[in-house]
């Protein structure tokens, strides 16, 4: 196990005065730092010495923020390495460059140390967890008893278990390995479990660890204290494995990112975004929250959350125009929104709701209210989607060949138009590859049509392997095929052309070593003005490559 102290963070900063403060945060920290500039030669430094966590700004000075990123993590030693990207709430909008999958977290600037402290702390506890084979879980229970049940059924659920007799002894175990559960008893000597759970959720260290109470007495006050210190779960004992196993699936789900969804809760009531953030938490929802609209902003320009749960009125914003601007953006037009309102806020609350918010919630509401609105939607969400996604697929095998794989004739009849139209607006051009497999009767009449086909599948590979990046492969009929190039002129298009047929002659197909040529016909717009006439002049070139004597490439 990696020790908890030995955090190697690396921070990108051009700025001197921005990179003093970083230094003078971490200088008493249990976080190991080194800043290096944007530039390339000092990126290529950080990647000799692999860091567990790397902050980078939004806008870097000296080169783009998703190349550094890419560099990064393209680096195998980088692997398992966060990355944290700053940015400031001005600053908000994020080049559309960033691939999001490669964000882990996101440090909101100005920051103060907490701020740092928190983000990286929640950093470490992924790494540490991500560096374990087996999900790590502390038991603090002064009964022996309790104890050897709790670590066995835990181990039963593919845990590693360690143990504490009192809070107190609880408290230092978990601030050392920082597990990635916590199960407590509540009357204890010493330090009781509510005063561990207080204890816990002050630290930032540890206030993100999920906490299961389990105890023979559980009563609405121990429920509502318990809650107010960061408890996810109570269960009652004697324990039940169903139940146990149950929490601790949800729990860990959540922690690993979760297989529910993510959420934003936007809420400038700290109390009541607790709340709402510990229930998403119990029922397997990731959640990140932001107390004002430019907040909200910085966030949504590197995530994509699943759920917006958004409160009617905040500090620089108003929930209607809020939630028009969310429904204006084509990237979260899948996303649930909730309202979250006083009862007195029923008109805007109505407003919101024409501007397609999802759901509302009137404030008090229970934390039931919550976990059924948000599961109801979330499992609307995913019906939807797998519904899209079915939907997407028979689309894709409606325009498919089924013997090649390559997209078929309707395709090429459907989208050679529309590409020559974008070619027109843009003032590019659209080369065309025609290709015809060089006396294929003969293969099939000396070897089979199952052989043939198999020549036909293996031929189209070789196409597709050699155009899928710079354009779309289609099967155009029989043993012809055929490609577009967008923005590939005559010459570009003639030379992708003599790579394919230079593939094709080199190689053999089959476990009969058959050699197959073929015969390429180019031609490209803007010359032939149309998709007939594209189409006619490469099927003219086909003809004069295979009159001159096959295998060869031969254009307009």
Known sequence: MRDPVSIQVAVIEDSPMVARFYQAYLADSDFSVQVHDSSPESVARLCDTPADVVICPAFPQF????????????????????????????????????????????????????????????????????????PLAVVVDDSATARFVLQKEMEGLNFEVRTAVDGQEGLALIQEIMPDLVLTDIEMPRMNGLELCNALANDPKTSQIPIVVISSIINDAKVRGGFGSGVINFLKKPINPAELASAVASLVGADHLTRRGTALLVEDDLTAAAVIRKELTRIGVHSNHCRTVAELETYLAVSRPDLIVLDMVLPDGRGPDVCQSLRGRPDLAGATIIILAEDQDRDAMIQCLQHHADDYLIKPFTQEEIRVRVETHLRNKKLHEELTQRNRILESLAYQDSLTGLMNRRYLDEGLPREIDLARRNGTSLG?????????????????????????????????????????????????????????????????????????????????????????????????????????????????????????????
């Open 63 to 134: 080169q783009e923020g998703p190349v550094i990123a890419s560099t990064i993590k393209a680096d195998p030693r980088f692997r398992d390495t966060t990355l944290i990207v700053s940015t400031s709430v001005e600053g908000h909008a994020l080049s559309g460059a960033w691939d999001l999958d490669l964000v882990d977290g996101l440090l909101i600037m100005p920051f103060e140390r907490e701020d740092l402290i928190q983000v990286l702390e929640q950093a470490k506890r992924r790494s540490l967890s991500s560096a374990r084979h087996v």
């Open 432 to 556: 065309f590859l025609l290709m015809d497999l060089d006396h294929f009767k003969r293969v099939n009449d000396t070897y089979g049509h199952q052989v043939g086909d198999d020549i036909l599948r293996l031929v189209a590979a070789e196409i597709q392997g050699r155009t899928r990046d710079v354009g779309v492969a289609c099967r155009y009929g029989g043993e012809e095929m055929c490609v577009m190039l967008p923005g590939a002129s005559l010459v570009k298009a003639r030379e992708i052309a003599e790579r394919i047929r230079t593939a094709c002659e080199k190689q053999t197909f089959t476990e009969l070593r058959i050699r197959q040529t073929i015969s390429i016909g180019v031609s490209a717009f803007p010359e032939p003005s149309g998709a007939y006439s594209l189409i006619r002049d490469a099927d003219q070139a086909v003809y004069r490559a295979k009159k001159n004597g096959r295998n060869q490439v031969a254009s307009t």
